[in-house]
């Protein structure tokens, strides 16, 4: 059996090797448009859904076990995706700046015979940002493939005042999800402990 990571992610893939699994990675490429009134936390689990099948129903996935995973900030539920430009990433910094938001993050792992989903939701809080702070941050060049216009992993760790739930989750990968979901499919962790 063959566990494959659906994703292009590489902070996906670093939070699943810090576990110790033994993966393949092959990214998925899935519309991530989201649906007129779709509630976020089904935006989530439709999108982590759709990148484990698009894998499992290709080629590479025959007899596989596939993780598909997908990371939204949500303010005044409002998703909040990756930025299309500096501007865009300068729009969502602001709303998120001096206050609360939300990060869902799922994963759903499947076979041919089953699957299982898990959401992981972390409260995050941010300190006022600067206009000027926000330009620099764009300039870094780490803003602008993270949902949310920020890495929290990253330079934008200067942001956070707060959070309440998981640092990992935020990151891209919720591990407290994971090795649940691991479980349920007889996965071991820590395979390469030694
Ligand atoms: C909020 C936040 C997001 N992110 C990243 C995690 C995800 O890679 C990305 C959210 O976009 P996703 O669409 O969830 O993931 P992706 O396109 O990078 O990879 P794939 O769909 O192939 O699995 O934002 C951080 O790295 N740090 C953060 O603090």
């Excluded at 993050?105 to 409260?123: P, Q």
């Amino acid at each position: 059996m063959t566990l494959i990571l659906a994703s292009a992610s590489p902070r996906r893939k670093q939070l699943l090797k810090q576990i110790g699994v033994r993966f393949e990675v092959c990214p998925a490429d899935i519309d991530e448009t989201v649906l007129p009134d779709e509630a976020p936390t089904d935006y989530v689990k439709r999108m982590s859904e759709q990148k484990a099948r698009a894998i499992l129903n290709s080629d590479s996935g025959r007899d596989a076990v596939v993780i598909g995973s997908d990371t939204t900030v949500v303010c005044d539920q409002h998703i909040f995706g990756k930025p299309e430009s500096e501007q865009d990433a300068i729009a969502m910094l602001t709303k998120l700046s001096g206050r609360e938001h939300e990060v869902l993050s799922g994963i759903c792992v499947m076979n041919t015979d089953r699957e299982h989903y898990g959401l992981s939701r972390t409260r995050v809080w941010f300190k006022p940002i600067s206009i000027e702070q926000m330009k620099r941050y764009w300039q870094s060049g780490e803003p602008c493939d993270k949902a949310g216009s920020y890495g929290i992993q990253g330079f934008g760790s200067a942001f956070i005042d707060r959070i309440e739930g998981s640092f990992s989750g935020v990151m891209g990968l919720p591990l407290e999800v994971m090795t649940e979901l691991l479980k349920r499919f007889n996965i071991e962790i820590w395979q390469d402990i030694e």
